[in-house]
Nanobody, 114 residues
Framework: QVQLVESGGDLVQPGGTLRLSCAVSGTIFSNYHMAWYRQAPGKQREFVARVTSGGATNYADSVKGRFTISRDNAQKMVYLQMNSLKPEDTAVYYC????????WGQGTQVTVSS
């Protein structure tokens, strides 16, 4: 059974940085495109960034130029480097397979506030 464990969320001031991590177990990780999603209070979960099995990346317009997604296939990890954070980035962040998702992990809370 696939398990996803996100970590790294915190309370940061606007303009700050965070690095989120996602540990994946129970699957041949390198075969899959992986993504980060987020869900803000009262809103639907939305796509943030994707990294393909080959390492190509793409981003939601709202985070382009500020966030960087990466992966480490040997360690079965996915990362999201978040720079120039804005209050509207406040959300619970989840990682998952891009497309048909596995069961969701618990997510990690990111709060951007002064």
């Amino acid at each position: 059974q696939v398990q996803l464990v996100e970590s790294g969320g915190d309370l940061v001031q606007p303009g700050g940085t965070l690095r989120l991590s996602c540990a994946v177990s129970g699957t041949i990780f390198s075969n899959y495109h992986m993504a980060w999603y987020r869900q803000a209070p009262g809103k639907q979960r939305e796509f943030v960034a994707r990294v393909t099995s080959g390492g190509a990346t793409n981003y939601a317009d709202s985070v382009k130029g500020r966030f960087t997604i990466s992966r480490d296939n040997a360690q079965k990890m996915v990362y999201l480097q978040m720079n120039s954070l804005k209050p509207e980035d406040t959300a619970v962040y989840y990682c998952n397979k891009y497309g048909s998702p596995w069961p969701w992990g618990q997510g990690t809370q990111v709060t951007v506030s002064s």
